[in-house]
């Protein structure tokens, strides 16, 4: 495997292989020295187009902790600014060494016309592209729920709800590739403006409201971002309507099964699609997504660039 462009691209067997290399890694940064020396020698470039904290910072520390060299290359800071191309971008860090590129970049497909129209041999990474897809995300979200539920990597009978701005959300479109693949039950619900056709092809069960969502009992909450910078200038937004309809409030948690997870992948809108006390709730996985993003980013950098096939 060279590049990790979409869900897509894993079979089940392959997406298993890196959630249980990710729990390899998770014992790795539980230790005192928490590095191996795997990808010593080796250049990872985080190129951002976007802004990004967790994703940003998780790639770095993983790729350090496997002893590569990293760079952080984000827009402000590079030609892009200047207007150089994402083809002349992508062959100058490979002749400058780079041997995986992450990309996060604001156009659906940037990541696959990087590494599949032939420009570099360099492994390339989607970090997320526009509302395409993240990858990476989908997986420390099963790695989430894997460890939680002890699941042994069959989601057979796990109940996943997915709920909001659907519509420019590539964390929403990887996870129901990854869950779906995994076997759990995939429902999702939001405003019917931010609801993108074609979800039932993928396998996933829509519901009108959140409480009529939550009246199936999910075993896991996803909460997304609300994405105001994706919404075009014509689609109204309420924030208040916003938070009535489709926040997880205080009153909604009592809804929730005492067994189930609260996950969001932030950045995390309190008040708007996500309460302080659904935040805050003992049920809340949010800083266990974030340090399992830091294990599946190891292990993926691992299994693209360390050798393995
Ligand atoms: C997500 C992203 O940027 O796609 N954040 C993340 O990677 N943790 C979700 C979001 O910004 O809504």
Redesign the pocket.
């Known amino acids: 495997m060279k590049n990790l462009l979409s869900i897509r691209d894993l079979s089940k067997d392959k997406a298993i292989e890196l959630l249980s290399s990710s729990n390899e890694m998770s014992a790795v940064n539980r230790r005192a020295i928490k590095t191996l020396p795997t990808l010593r020698g080796k250049t990872v470039v985080n190129l951002f187009y976007?802004n990004?904290t967790?994703?940003r910072i998780s790639f770095e520390i993983a790729a350090k902790r496997l002893g590569a060299d990293v760079i952080n290359v984000s827009s402000e800071v590079s030609s892009a600014s200047k207007g150089e191309g994402l083809k002349d971008t992508a062959q100058t860090l490979e002749a400058l060494g780079a041997d995986a590129i992450v990309l996060?970049h604001p156009m659906s497909g940037a990541a696959h016309a990087m590494a599949t129209r032939g420009w570099i041999s360099s492994s390339v990474i989607n970090?997320?592209d526009g509302r395409h897809e993240?990858p990476t995300?989908a997986l420390l979200d099963a790695l989430t729920i894997n460890r939680h539920f002890d699941a042994g990597c069959d989601f057979t009978g796990l109940k996943v709800l997915i709920v909001g701005d659907l519509l420019h959300?590539?964390?929403a479109r990887s996870n129901f590739l990854l869950l779906n693949l995994l076997g759990a039950t995939v429902i999702a619900t939001g405003p019917k403006e931010l609801m993108p056709t074609g979800f039932s092809e993928m396998g996933v069960t829509l519901y009108e409201g959140l409480d009529q969502a939550l009246e199936q009992k999910p075993d896991a909450i996803m909460m997304?971002?609300v994405?105001k910078e994706r919404m075009q200038a014509d689609v109204a937004f309420s924030a208040s309507n916003y938070q009535r309809s489709w926040s997880l409030t205080e009153e909604r948690l009592g809804q929730l099964k005492p067994a189930s997870v609260i996950m969001h992948?932030?950045?995390m809108n309190r008040g708007l699609e996500i309460s302080n006390g659904a935040a805050e709730d003992s049920r809340s996985q949010v800083l266990e997504q974030v340090q399992n993003g830091l294990a599946v980013r190891m292990a993926v950098l691992h299994h693209l660039l360390g050798g393995q096939s």
């Open positions: 976007e990004s967790r994703t996060r970090a997320g993240h995300q959300s590539r964390v997304l971002r994405q992948p932030g950045p």
